[in-house]
């Protein structure tokens, strides 16, 4: 299994340009997630995803838009990329809602991360 | 609901027991602890969690007290790899619904 990947693995955007980031998982996994990590901080939840077809907003969902065509398939969307966009990106899927117990192996798995600059 | 507090950093030497804590004073009863690590600059990788009971598995031990309201992740023998950001998180309610979150963390740094 590769788990779960991300692309690209960095980009440089100017403002008001779009974009999307990508996330894809091999694990048949119900729950997807997005997250935002600014430097020194934790991470914070941009949307996420129950299953095909269903998705929610997290702590920080405005500028972003998702879609669930697929269970493999959550991608990221910045209609118009504004500087305070700039952040490391981290996709995350796991077969119980954000990983919550839980036995064994239901935990989260995240994606190496997508760095984004906004100029 | 309830939040986590750590240290934002620690040390420990190479080969010595890296003993990690963290306050949840407000936890519920049916809340578990979790904790996640980040090495730099990739995405963050679960350790272990747990409800009432010590838990150990191949990365670490995590010691809950009776009252549930600390716990410790023990890094029994640790070495340069695990030198990363550790997260302490439980269950927080955001928008009605259930999530995890991350705050800031331990920055542990391993020594040689």
């Known amino acids: 299994n590769a788990g779960v990947t991300q692309t690209p693995k960095f980009q440089v955007l100017k403002t008001g340009q779009s974009m999307t980031l990508q996330c894809a998982q091999d694990?048949?996994?119900?729950?997807m997630s997005w997250y935002r990590q600014d430097p020194g901080m934790g991470l914070r939840l941009i949307h996420y995803?129950?299953?095909?077809?269903?998705?929610d907003q997290g702590e920080v969902p405005n500028g972003y838009n998702v879609s669930r065509s697929t269970t493999e398939d959550f991608p990221l969307r910045l209609l118009s990329a504004a500087p305070s966009q700039t952040s490391v990106y981290f996709c995350?899927?796991?077969?119980?809602?954000?990983?919550?117990?839980?036995?064994?192996?239901?935990?989260?798995?995240f994606g190496p991360g997508t760095r984004l600059l906004v100029l | 609901d309830a939040k986590t507090t750590q240290p934002p950093s620690m040390d420990c030497a190479e080969g010595r027991a890296a003993n990690l804590p963290c306050n949840h004073s407000t936890i519920s009863g049916n809340e578990y602890v979790y904790w996640y690590r980040q090495i730099h600059s990739q995405g963050p990788q679960y350790i272990i969690h747990g409800l009432k009971n010590n838990e150990t598995n191949e990365m670490a031990s995590l010691i809950i007290t009776e009252d549930r309201k600390s716990s410790t992740l023990i890094l029994p023998h640790a070495t340069l790899r695990d030198t990363a950001v550790y997260y302490c998180?439980?269950?927080?309610?955001?928008?009605?619904?259930?999530?995890?979150?991350f705050g800031q963390g331990t920055r542990l740094t391993i020594n040689p």
């Open positions: 995803s129950v299953g095909a077809g269903i998705t």
């Open positions: 694990m048949n996994h119900e729950y």
């Open positions: 998180i439980v269950r927080v309610r955001i928008q009605g619904a259930q999530k995890l979150v």
């Open positions: 995350a899927s796991s077969n119980r809602l954000f990983g919550l117990a839980g036995a064994k192996g239901e935990t989260q798995y």
